[in-house]
């Protein structure tokens, strides 16, 4: 962990943590933390910097900033720093406004919200009174604010090594799920979404707050990052022709016309494999 603390004269003593993954993005996030620093000071009398050195580091230092009753919490990384951030946050008897900065290889919150991809520009666009309420999802005791992937997709995810993802960015995903589609399996599930209930075969199933998966914009069409509902998506395949097939209905966006995916938005969801196969 490392800490710089910036200071300003002011009268409402208001103090601000700005978290920072070191990994995240090209990993150019030593030459963006001053600058965001710098802008943040403008608007607050105190600012603290953590840098996260591991997996949770965020979700800690966000309890701790609900526990010294920050005033706002920000978070300079990807997707996954954002969700862990979230974690920490959850649940405290005091919440601390919280915020981000996209440093991450896809950065599909930010899309979603409509900030710009250029960090630099995300930084000094910067205005600590406009605010968003955002709804979270839950599964078990994790919290999420994007996405959760069953299947062939969080494998591709998980496959990617971080100097993948510098040297080539969001490619390095698509390059692994090309590599993981080749050797897909599908899988049985037992699915009820608000009440009602089904069994399906399939590689990849997505539950989705935004409307941007992946860096793709237009799966979730009608997703809404605050109007309560989440987005349900499964593929309907059983070999790889199917799923290849299921390509255009992603890329258009989805809506119940679909033909070669299951898509529906809902308020809550059980699901339960019907197997004991190992899947991601």
């Known amino acids: 962990m490392a800490l710089v603390v910036k200071e300003r004269s002011g009268n409402n003593h208001e103090k ?47 309890k701790q900033a609900c526990r010294e009753r920050y005033d706002s919490v920000f978070d300079m990384g990807g997707d996954g720093t954002v969700d862990e951030a979230i974690n920490g946050l959850a649940e405290q008897p005091y919440i601390p406004k919280f915020g981000f900065f996209p440093l991450g290889t896809v950065n599909d919150l930010a899309r979603a919200l409509h900030f710009s991809m250029e960090l630099l520009e995300a930084i000094e666009e910067f205005d600590p009174n406009r605010l968003v309420d955002l709804y979270v999802g839950r ?6 604010m994007n996405v959760v992937a069953i299947g062939v997709l969080p494998e ?33 599930f037992r699915v009820l979404l608000d009440g009602a209930e089904e069994d399906i075969e399939t590689s990849t199933i997505l539950i989705g707050l935004t409307n941007s998966i992946g ?37 258009k966006g989805l809506d119940s016309s679909a033909q070669n995916i299951k898509y529906k938005r809902f308020k809550s969801c059980v699901i339960q494999q019907l197997d004991t196969a190992a899947i991601h």
Do not use: W
Request: hydrophobic share 40%; aromatic share 10%; with cysteine.
């Open 156 to 188: 591709a995810i998980n496959d990617v090594e971080s100097e993948d993802k510098t040297k080539l960015g969001k490619f390095a995903y698509d390059l692994s799920a090309v590599n993981n589609l080749i050797s897909m399996e599908t899988f049985p």
């Open 215 to 251: 860096g793709v914009e237009t799966i979730f069409p009608e997703a809404n990052v605050n109007d309560g509902f989440l987005n349900f998506l499964s593929i309907k395949d059983k070999n790889l022709l199917d799923t290849i097939k299921a390509v255009p209905d992603l890329l």
């Open 16 to 62: 601000a943590m700005l978290i920072v993954n070191p990994s995240s993005g090209s990993e150019r996030s030593k030459d963006f933390e001053e600058k965001a620093a710098s802008k943040l000071s403008e608007f607050f009398d105190a600012v603290q910097v953590y840098h996260t050195q591991g997996e949770g580091d965020s979700t800690s230092f966000c």
């Open 139 to 144: 599964i078990n005791d994790h919290y999420f």
